[in-house]
T-cell receptor, first 115, second 114 residues
Framework: DTGVSQDPRHKITKRGQNVTFRCDPI?????LYWYRQTLGQGPEFLTY????????KSRLLSDRFSAERPKGSFSTLEIQRTEQGDSAMYLC?????????????FGPGTRLLVL | AQTVTQSQPEMSVQEAETVTLSCTYD???????LFWYKQPPSRQMILVIR????KQQNATENRFSVNFQKAAKSFSLKISDSQLGDAAMYFC???????????WGAGTKLIIKP
């Protein structure tokens, strides 16, 4: 069990560019979550996958954001036409099981800075 | 909509002493789950302790315990025998019984004085 990993750990981009982040969950975890955390705040839910199906999306996830989880393994989060307001830490978490009480395990996050 | 409030932006405690972090929440649901997560500087979020709302007994994990007051919608975290490694941001989180997303408070920065 190597834990949840995210790549890259840091990304600096210019406004208007597209960026893509990757998350590798703990092996065999069937649920995967994306959150966004701005400085000094708690995380905000973005989206959730069960296996390869995207089951919940926050209204925070505008049309410029898209997430995929092909084959129910790793996931990617893409932001198109980045804006300065997209600067944040993007956290990925995974969990196993069928119960709401299950623990979400978090990755180290990808810190995005949009110039 | 559910909300989580942490009213203490920062707390400090002397090493080896006890500190309590506050959390209140608002919900109309009767079944839900509450969590305390720890986020050390530049490190990932780690679960500290979890409480199921249907359980009357307060959860305990070694030096960490909670005071869960369902009627008051309060969920405080007590850290006993504070250690330098406890220094971190502490987040209170809520999950309802109808979806899997966590709803988070703004966090409390805990400083441990040696």
């Amino acid at each position: 069990d190597t834990g949840v990993s995210q790549d890259p750990r840091h990304k600096i981009t210019k406004r208007g560019q597209n960026v893509t982040f990757r998350c590798d969950p703990i092996s065999e975890h069937n649920r995967l979550y994306w959150y966004r955390q701005t400085l000094g705040q708690g995380p905000e839910f973005l989206t959730y996958f069960q296996n390869e199906a995207q089951l919940e999306k926050s209204r925070l996830l505008s049309d410029r954001f898209s997430a995929e989880r092909p084959k129910g393994s790793f996931s990617t989060l893409e932001i198109q036409r980045t804006e300065q307001g997209d600067s944040a830490m993007y956290l990925c978490a995974s969990s196993l099981g069928a119960e709401l009480r299950e623990t979400q395990y978090f990755g180290p996050g990808t810190r995005l800075l949009v110039l | 909509a559910q909300t989580v409030t942490q009213s203490q932006p920062e707390m400090s405690v002397q090493e080896a002493e006890t500190v309590t972090l506050s959390c209140t929440y608002d919900t109309s649901e009767s079944d839900y789950y509450l969590f305390w997560y720890k986020q050390p500087p530049s490190r990932q979020m780690i679960l500290v302790i979890r409480q199921e709302a249907y359980k009357q007994q307060n959860a305990t994990e070694n030096r960490f315990s909670v005071n869960f007051q369902k009627a008051a919608k309060s969920f405080s975290l007590k850290i006993s025998d504070s250690q330098l490694g406890d220094a971190a941001m502490y987040f209170c989180a809520y999950r309802g019984n109808s979806n899997y997303q966590l709803i988070w408070g703004a966090g409390t920065k805990l400083i441990i004085k040696p």
